[in-house]
């Protein structure tokens, strides 16, 4: 009846493990199929080259980033980027302040200084308008003597032939800067660099959805002199909130006396020259028509806003021009080459280790050290499937001391199945049966090895939680082992043991079985003969049978009789 | 390897045992020893040698050098920069890398170009890396405090897993004792301290901490089947108990140890990658001086602490007048 019971577990556990080894295999192919999964990890920069671009805000005495404000600053930096063109970026935050750009590849320094440059929010006035969807066709509010553009006259006025009075003046269209109007692609909007645009000068740019094109004059209220912005509801004019969205915008002194001049002029003006364009790095994020002089340096912008858009864009007004700067506290250029020398370097070591951990293991454990190896290679697989896809869903990416990580695991991994046998030893030597002493061993060792997994598993965390950067990949790869460890000694090394018990050659304790009880010390007289755990042997301990009963008789009485061979004892042991 | 088994069942037995409980004075003594000059070291020899992600500059690293000659850099450099304060070292076989104070963009383009010429190495080839000062103490500053939250946690959890808090301060103050040995070996080897080897260090918590559970775990089953009759003192029991483990604990630390003596060998000697060097030189140290540490100072100190509970010594007390009786 013992007999089949932990056989029957043993195929139990075994097919547990192939399903979850299936699961993660199918999950993963899933990803490689219908979504951009891959079989292998994704790589870190480290390995695989490219440039990583630490970010510190410029904080004065006592200050501190909001989570607000960081967020606010990555998406900004996100535009940023992806307005270059470089494909594949990273940006996140780390610990509580930092921001890092990971960038494959070595980027040019036009794309460095996008990223290191701060956000510029300017309000410029609109001058022409049209829906950037169609072809230019009648511009809402623009001059129509202006000259058409011809395609056979080469070089167009660029230069204003009458010196324009103030920003919203029409003679700032340039039939050159018409043309460019008419012609105006929003696709083009990013790589014109209008974030470095002079302030002095009249753009050409689109709305962030490329829906509407503008011509816009010269700068008038940069980012700096807004105070605050928020949302909330609008009020009427019987002072009742009503159901409508909008943003207040706050100005500083200097921006309260800029706006009034600038309402007071835009008032009077009518169709696109009403408007009033809010630029965040070169595009228009919004441009609402002023709608009343406004001297007290308090503004609301109206229009058709639900919460959450009202909200982004007081963020994008409040944050726009990035209120903290940031200065690159590092900056990591690493060659293709290097990093995949670096990760041959890794792999290569982990092999030799790998290695050596198996000649030890064959020469400790003899054919059991198989077992080791064979659980050592379970536990490879599933990392490697749990890593692929980790770097499919979370976007981990594997870093050079993500793969010290690995190599570190494979000890502490190794160190279960030591544990285990050990103790299947202990229980040996007690004179256990082989499947007796594998159940016995089994018990104790889990207790064991839980314990001291939980610490591990305790560290990985701590590091996870409060560490940043490289030490976060560690702690990553380390918990998984941790977990897959625990997982294998479980659904793998023990039932394998089970069933290794029930055969001849293990069972009978071959001298190459790693589990000889003659090697052991343990008192054996054939197969599955083994003498009786031997009661109370010498007087002088006659009465302290109740407390070594259990497991420790022979080691005990050994030690308290050193000297006595093993025969001795055996002998002895019969007496009684 | 044949007799380690045979060692083994002597140790299981108590036929063969190392007094490590016994002879503590001797182990205290040369723990605080070791201890001592590890703090010695660093006091007289100058401390520690910063990575340059604690000094902030720039650094650059060129991969497949056609030779790995210190001159051509500094050439280049000069170069560039006159009079700038250059350090070369040689990583790897094919591997040369530059360290300056901290250089303007344009600066770093230039020497990065000047360098590629130098070692005939395409510009992709070089890595410019430049990092500000506050770097590395930012990652210092995380790891501390990653470190007291996870000794805080830890002690809390290993007493109430062992319903004793006298084993958490026993494994916390042979986790300090690696934690100084480690860092004392750093500043003897002239290492550099990097990110890199700071997490080399928060690794060997976890297995510093991680060995004295395996061992402790052992300790507890023994001492927890001391009955009133016993035939063992209190340290006795502790120390068969390490005996009975010290197999485990050798295989362990073997197993343990060679992935990462064969990381430090590849990341030194043969192939060169920094990281992997640095974490692991932290690493072997680690679980060398953990493994020995656990045996040779958490157990013994353990046992003395519990030696002087009234309760013990009375059961202590009991056995050896049993045993005493019983001999003569």
């Known amino acids: 009846m013992a007999r089949s019971t932990p056989a029957k577990k043993a195929w139990r556990s075994l097919t547990w493990l192939l399903v979850i080894i299936a699961t993660l295999t199918a999950v993963n192919a899933g990803g490689v199929l219908f979504s951009n999964g891959s079989w292998t990890p994704k790589l870190a920069l480290d390995l695989e080259g490219g440039t990583q671009i630490v970010l510190q805000p410029q904080l004065g005495e006592g200050e501190t980033v909001s989570g607000e404000q960081l967020t606010q600053a990555v998406s ?3 535009q940023r980027i992806d307005a270059g063109g470089v494909s594949e970026a990273e940006i996140s935050t780390q610990g509580t302040q930092n921001i890092v750009v990971s960038i494959p590849g070595v980027p040019d320094q036009q794309t460095l200084d996008r990223i290191e440059s701060s956000a510029k929010l300017e309000f410029r006035p609109v001058l022409v308008t049209d829906a950037a969807a169609t072809s230019a066709t009648g511009e809402d509010g623009a001059d129509a003597s202006a000259a058409p553009s011809d395609p056979a006259a080469p070089p167009l006025e660029s230069t204003p032939s009458v010196s ?34 002079p302030a002095d000068q009249p753009i050409v740019t689109c709305d962030d959805a490329d829906s509407v094109k503008y011509v816009l004059g010269p700068v008038e209220i940069t980012g700096e002199n807004i105070a605050d912005a928020s949302a909330g509801l609008s009020t009427n004019s019987q002072g009742a909130t009503t159901n409508e969205w909008g943003v207040n915008l706050n100005f500083d002194a200097t921006g309260t006396e800029q706006f009034a001049a600038v309402s007071e002029r835009l008032f009077s003006l009518e169709g696109a020259r009403n408007q009033f364009a809010v630029v965040l790095d070169g595009r228009v ?22 919460q959450d858009s009202s909200k982004a864009l007081a963020d994008q007004l409040k944050f726009g021009a990035l209120p903290i700067g940031f200065e690159v506290q590092s900056r990591d250029t690493i060659s293709a080459t290097l990093g995949s020398s670096q990760l041959t370097s890794g792999i290569i070591a982990g092999a030799i280790g790998l290695l050596l951990v198996v000649i030890y293991s064959l020469f400790q454990y003899r054919l059991l050290g198989f077992v080791t190896v064979a659980s050592l290679i379970v536990a490879g697989v599933l990392t490697y499937l749990v890593l692929a896809i980790m770097s499919w869903r979370q976007g981990f990416r594997l870093s050079l001391a993500g793969v010290a990580g690995l190599i570190v695991a494979i000890g502490f991994t190794a160190d279960s199945f030591i544990v285990y046998f050990e103790r299947i030893r202990d229980e040996l030597r007690d004179g256990r049966s082989l499947e007796a002493a594998v159940e016995a061993g089994w018990k104790r060792a889990l207790r064991t090895i839980i314990a001291a997994k939980g610490v591990n ?22 918990g998984i082992t941790v ?8 659904l793998f090394t023990h039932p394998i043991m089970q069933l290794l018990a029930t055969t001849r050659f293990y069972a009978n304790g071959h001298r ?43 080691a005990e009485r050994k030690a308290t009789e050193a000297e006595k061979s093993f025969e001795d004892a055996s002998t002895k042991g019969k007496k009684s | 390897m044949a007799n380690l088994t045979q060692f083994g069942n002597d140790l299981y037995t108590g036929k063969k045992s190392v007094s490590f409980v016994g002879k503590r004075r001797l182990w205290y003594s040369i723990a605080i ?15 520690f040698n910063f990575g340059i992600e604690f000094r902030g500059g720039s650094q650059f690293q060129i991969t497949g050098a056609s030779t790995v000659e210190q001159q051509p850099a500094i050439d280049a450099v000069q170069e560039v920069v006159p009079g700038e304060v250059t350090r070369v070292t040689t990583v790897g076989s094919a591997g040369v890398r530059v360290q300056t104070d901290q250089l303007t963009d344009a600066e770093t383009r230039e020497v990065a170009a000047s360098l590629a010429d130098a070692y005939g190495v395409q510009v992709a080839d070089v890595t ?16 501390v405090r990653g470190l007291l939250v996870f000794l805080a946690l830890a002690s809390i959890i290993m007493a109430l897993y062992f319903r004793t808090w006298k084993m958490s301060v026993a494994a916390m103050v042979a986790l300090l004792h690696d934690l100084v040995i480690t860092a004392g070996v750093y500043a003897a080897t002239g290492f550099e301290v990097t990110p890199a080897a700071i997490i080399g260090f928060l690794t060997i918590l976890g297995f510093s901490l991680y060995d004295t559970v395996v061992v402790f775990d052992k300790v507890r089953e023994n001492t927890g089947e001391l009955g009133q009759q016993s035939r063992y003192t209190f340290s006795e029991a502790v120390n068969l108990a390490v005996n009975q483990t010290l197999v485990r604990s050798i295989n362990t630390g073997v197993v343990a140890a060679l992935p990462v003596a064969a990381i430090l060998f590849i990341g030194s000697f043969v192939l060169g990658a920094d990281t992997l060097r640095d974490i692991s030189l932290a690493l072997l140290v680690g679980i060398i001086v953990g493994t020995y540490s656990t045996v040779f100072v958490a157990a013994p100190l353990y046992a003395q602490m519990r030696e002087g509970e009234p309760e013990i010594r009375k059961t202590d007390d009991r056995t050896r007048i049993a045993r005493g009786e019983a001999v003569v």
């Open chain 1, 76 to 78: 900004i930096i996100r």
């Open chain 1, 164 to 197: 324009p009075t103030d920003p919203s003046d029409l003679n700032y269209v340039t039939p050159a800067l018409l043309d460019q109007f008419t012609n105006f692609n929003c696709d083009d909007v990013d790589a014109l660099g209008l974030n470095t645009a």
């Open chain 2, 33 to 47: 020893v070791l201890m001592a000059i590890s703090v010695v070291i660093p006091l007289a020899g100058g401390g």
């Open chain 2, 128 to 143: 410019a890396s430049f990092i500000g000062p506050s770097w590395g103490a930012d990652i210092t500053e995380q790891a």
């Open chain 1, 512 to 554: 190459l079985s790693g589990l000889d009880p003659q090697a052991l010390g343990a008192v054996y007289r054939g197969r599955a003969q083994f003498r009786a755990p031997v009661a109370a042997a010498q007087g002088k301990k006659a009465a302290g049978g109740k407390e070594a009963a259990r497991r420790q008789t022979i």
């Open chain 1, 285 to 306: 994020i919004t441009a609402p028509t002023t709608g009343g002089v406004f001297t007290n340096g308090e503004a609301r912008i109206t229009g058709s806003f639900t």
């Open chain 1, 483 to 490: 977990i897959i460890d625990v997982l294998v000694v479980v």
């Open chain 1, 457 to 478: 598993m305790l560290s990985a965390v701590v590091l996870f939680v409060l560490a940043i950067g490289n030490v976060r990949g560690f702690a990553i790869t380390f």
